[in-house]
Nanobody, 121 residues
Framework: QVQLVESGGGLVQAGGSLRLSCAAS????????MHWFRQAPGKEREFVAA???????YYADSVKGRFTISRDNAKNTVYLQMNSLKPEDTAVYYC???????????????WGQGTQVTVSS
């Protein structure tokens, strides 16, 4: 059974940092593109960042320069380092995996259950 389990969410003040982790199990994701999406209350789930198995990275304009996605294939784990956090970054953050990089939610193969990030002003 494939599982993606996120951790590391929490409450942080604006300007602070958090690092999210996503541990994958049930299969090897080394050849998959690993993603982070987020969903704020009342809004659609949106793309945040992705990293291909080959190392290419992709970011939403809203997080570029503040967030960094990385992965440890040996540990089957992907990370999202979030710096200079803003109240508008408040959302549930979801880890996802797909064979290709996708900036939309439709058709993405695997999803985690999400972890809450709250940024206070």
């Amino acid at each position: 059974q494939v599982q993606l389990v996120e951790s590391g969410g929490g409450l942080v003040q604006a300007g602070g940092s958090l690092r999210l982790s996503c541990a994958a199990s049930g299969r090897t994701f080394s050849s998959y593109a690993m993603h982070w999406f987020r969903q704020a209350p009342g809004k659609e789930r949106e793309f945040v960042a992705a990293r291909k198995w080959s190392g290419g990275t992709y970011y939403a304009d809203s997080v570029k320069g503040r967030f960094t996605i990385s992965r440890d294939n040996a540990k089957n784990t992907v990370y999202l380092q979030m710096n200079s956090l803003k109240p508008e970054d408040t959302a549930v953050y979801y880890c996802a995996a797909d064979r290709e990089v996708s900036r939309v939610t439709q058709g993405v193969d695997y999803w985690g259950q999400g972890t809450q990030v709250t940024v206070s002003s």
